[in-house]
């Protein structure tokens, strides 16, 4: 792969690791609070559902044999049912909702348990598409892992391993050009990206580009010129996210509890209601101490708060007794589901690849860094026209054979 010259932008979102906290059933706790709260440790929750998670899960984990095979897809579509076929992608056009009432499951526990989780992860309701519920309702079961330093140690580490140039700046434009090929006479056609750096406009041509930034004009507002036919536009609306880590003592009151000595909860998810301004809310541990003693009266702790806007002074003092520091952060973290799903391609034009087509199927780390995958060896095999490597059904039959 040496002929590329890549720009390769991973932007991956970020991974809690939740504790077990409390081991107070669904029911006491609804009695001790508003029909508005749902209070309980992560861990009490089985979310082995109609094999939905665990089956879902290990399909999807055929992508890695796949890759160690070197085998890649045009679409995400194409991917998704090499994996699982047709059923995998219908839970793309269905919600986690209806994919449960099928199994059986009462519209009560969807409403309790099954919204009040999509809310914390997703910030949307059991709306979304059943892919990426059962991936929200899979992150629920243990087995989640945090890194040490943050999870942009994963960024910094794979651009170490991959011994890249990184250049930074800001794409403005991205436009196909015409070059001759020395003193051959014959042409080759680049892709000249603009970009700002911090000290002015930049030129560069490419051969190969990949995209790894949702092409949202609120986003990454990458114009692209004189390409026919054009590349799409992607409209579809992306869900905002606020962030807000707050180290202070928790008011336990507010959540229901006249005594805060019986406050032990790690974990707070509430359920939908016009009038509650958090999704939920999480203690934050140090990786190495993540089973430090969860009592509010031994101090402060960290808590990590999932919210649509801005939490107001007002909302704060709601939510702690007192507070010594904060820290906000609001973003487009991920897109508002809506299914039907109809995933943008992979393949915008000849040689530029979109690796945030995956997450209209789902949003997440994993996702984020198979797609990547896919897509790099997508450019290769495009490149040196090694057809048979790209789109093959029955990967998992034919891999079991030559094994």
């Known amino acids: 792969m040496s002929n590329f010259h890549f720009v390769?932008?991973?932007?991956?979102?970020?991974?809690?690791?939740?504790?077990?906290?409390?081991?107070?059933?669904f029911d006491s706790l609804l009695g001790n609070i508003s029909n508005s709260l749902f209070l309980t440790s992560i861990e009490n929750l089985n979310f082995n559902i109609f094999c939905i998670s665990p089956c879902i899960l290990d399909k999807f984990m055929r992508i890695y044999q796949y890759q160690a095979h070197d085998f890649a897809f045009s679409s995400s579509e194409g991917l998704l049912h090499a994996?699982?076929?047709?059923?995998?992608l219908q839970l793309l056009n269905q919600t986690i909702e209806e994919s449960l009432q099928k199994s059986g499951f009462s519209q009560k526990y969807i409403?309790?348990?099954?919204?009040s989780v999509m809310r914390v992860f997703f910030g949307q309701s059991a709306g979304i598409n059943g892919f990426v519920g059962a991936i929200s309702l899979a992150g629920t079961s243990g087995g989640i892992w945090a890194v040490?330093?943050?999870?942009?140690?994963v960024c910094t580490g794979l651009l170490h391993a991959s011994k890249a140039q990184l250049i930074s700046g800001t794409v403005i434009?991205?436009?196909?050009?015409?070059?001759?090929?020395?003193?051959?006479?014959?042409?080759?056609?680049?892709?000249?990206?603009?970009?700002?750096?911090?000290?002015?406009?930049?030129?560069?041509?490419?051969?190969?580009?990949?995209?790894a930034a949702p092409l949202n004009s609120k986003i990454a507002n990458i114009t692209f010129l004189n390409f026919n036919p054009p590349v799409p536009e992607f409209s579809n609306p992306y869900k905002q996210a606020v962030v807000t880590f707050v180290h202070g003592r928790i008011n336990a009151s507010f959540f229901g509890y006249q005594d805060p000595s019986q406050f032990q909860l790690n974990s707070i998810f509430t359920m939908e209601n016009p009038k509650l301004f958090i999704y939920g809310m999480v203690t934050v541990s140090p990786v190495q101490n993540g089973k430090a003693a969860l009592n509010p009266l031994l101090g402060p702790r960290v808590w990590k708060i999932f919210s649509s806007q801005p939490l107001a002074k007002e909302q704060m003092n709601f939510l702690f007794l007192s507070y010594d520091s904060t820290k906000a952060k609001t973003w487009l973290a991920y897109p508002h589901y809506s299914p039907p799903e109809k995933l943008p391609p992979i393949i915008l034009h000849s040689r530029i690849y979109y690796l945030n087509s995956i997450e209209?199927?789902?949003?997440?780390?994993?996702r984020s860094t198979v797609s990547a995958k896919n897509a790099a060896l997508l450019a290769y095999h495009r490149w040196y026209e090694k057809m048979d490597m790209i789109d093959q059904e029955d990967l998992h039959k034919r891999l079991k054979t030559e094994l």
């Not at 932008?9 to 409390?22: D, K």
């Not at 040490?148 to 140690?153: T, V």
């Not at 003193?183 to 750096?197: K, R």
């Not at 209209?360 to 994993?366: G, I, K, N, R, V």
């Open 111 to 115: 409403n309790e348990i099954v919204t």
């Open 83 to 88: 994996l699982g076929g047709a059923e995998l």
């Open 148 to 153: 040490e330093g943050g999870n942009k140690r």
């Open 8 to 25: 390769v932008e991973i932007i991956l979102a970020a991974v809690t690791i939740y504790s077990n906290i409390s081991s107070k059933s």
């Open 173 to 211: 434009s991205i436009e196909e050009k015409t070059q001759q090929k020395g003193h051959s006479g014959g042409t080759v056609n680049l892709y000249e990206v603009t970009y700002s750096s911090t000290s002015a406009l930049v030129k560069e041509a490419y051969n190969v580009i990949l995209i």
């Open 360 to 366: 209209w199927a789902a949003s997440d780390m994993e």
